[in-house]
């Protein structure tokens, strides 16, 4: 193996077996425990069918995982994304050897800590400050190693009142402050994380996310980290694997991998008709709006271009005339950080759209080269300017809108760029 090379997966699978413990027959239990001796492959796992949550199984082998090979270079963070039953979770067990897979192999260098889930690796019995040592013990570290990170892992933790009680009378949030101190403060090659931080609060996880930054570029510590969170794994992850149904789908740049995940998870693109049932007032129904392409067809991909002109059909009534009536977008990133709201009223008068009685369409279009490539929502808001709502932002229906190539005609840089915006811009030379 590479010797900058911390993880390596080879062909990695993991069977389950449906319904109860054991294939219902001594011989075929025997038959597997036989092949398994021999190095060979799980002869009932050959009947296995993939892992769709969303549909009955016709076998009673469950592939959790199949075919993964990747390889992960020392020092680096990588996010683990995909939706709930992707085999993320089964795929950091594996790597961190709770589990062993039913066909292929791990190769790693290193020491290994892993936070799958709360209490992992703590005894409920024990006192935080015996659990901080039982853990560097797992790892192989010296008791005199330990003691000289207790302070930190006290510190970051916030739990020094209660260390020397026993963690079972621990909230779940001390519990994970504790176990992520621990796992992220001994010297291991190899930090495994998963959905845990979910439990802690806003400013722990902010804390948690500088930490695991930190030890990546300063002391060159490895790291997977499941999350659900785009915006966290965007921030800390410069690579990304995509699980769906137990199999790797693609391991690329993190903004790629969470624009192809975002696309296909949001792919069933709405057709949003007789709003009116839900979005009435006294003054506004709105009726249906969509997505269209530059020659005002509709677009059923919601897939637009960064060089190329889309725009949000809107169709309304009016009821009553109001002075101050105004309706528009709001665009949100996928992770529901608003990017900004524009109205009919944004410029000088003579150019508004002025609403007129009865059914109305607008086209609201969208400007060019200004969106990085990424999901995003579009919502409709309409209101009484300075008066009342009359969609609120975040009761609006939105359509997803998916900014896709073509940045710039450069022949030197054309692909995706960080950030949420990618504004081409013009250079003068005075």
Known sequence: MNSNIALKAIDISKAYQLGEIGTGTISRDLERWWAKVRGKADPLAKIGEVND??????????????????????????????????????????????????TGKVVGRGRIASLLEIGTGFNPELTGRENIFLNGSILGMRKAETQRKLDEIVDFAGVAKYLDTPV????????????????????????????????????????????????????????????????????????????????????????????????????????????????????????????VDSNKTQNLTGVVKNDDVGGVYVKFDVKELHPNLCFGIALYTQQEQLLFWSY???????????????????????????????????????????????????EAPHINLQIVGGLSESPIWNDARPGTLAPVLDFERI
């Not at 003579?350 to 109305?360: A, D, I, S």
């Not at 607008?362 to 008066?387: M, Q, T």
């Open 168 to 291: 079972k009378r621990y909230s779940s949030g001390m519990y994970v402050r504790l176990a992520f101190a621990v796992a992220a403060h001994l010297e291991s090659e190899i930090l495994l994380v998963d959905e845990v931080l979910a439990v802690g609060d806003a400013e722990f996880q902010a804390k948690c996310l500088g930490k695991m930054e930190s030890v990546t570029k300063s002391q060159g510590r490895t790291i997977l980290f499941v999350s659900h969170n785009m915006g966290s794994i965007g921030e800390l992850c410069q690579k990304s694997i995509l699980l769906n149904q137990g199999q790797l789908k693609r391991f690329d740049q993190t903004n790629l991998v969470i624009g192809e995940y975002l696309s296909s998870e949001f792919s069933e693109y709405p057709q949003w008709e007789k709003l009116n049932e839900r979005y009435s007032s006294p003054f506004f129904d709105l009726l249906a709006f969509h997505l």
């Open 344 to 394: 009919q009223t944004d410029k000088a008068q003579n150019e508004w759209v002025q609403p007129q009685l009865g059914t109305n369409e607008v086209i609201i279009w969208l400007p060019k080269r200004v969106l990085n490539e990424g999901v995003y929502k579009i919502k409709i808001i309409a209101s009484l300017h300075f008066i009342k709502w009359i969609i609120l932002p975040k």
């Open 53 to 102: 949550r969303t549909k009955s199984a016709n076998s009673e082998i469950i592939w959790s995982l199949k075919d993964i090979n990747f390889e992960i270079e020392q020092g680096e963070a990588i996010g683990v994304i995909g939706p709930n039953g992707a085999g993320k979770s089964t795929l950091l067990k594996i790597l961190s050897k709770i589990t062993s897979p039913t």
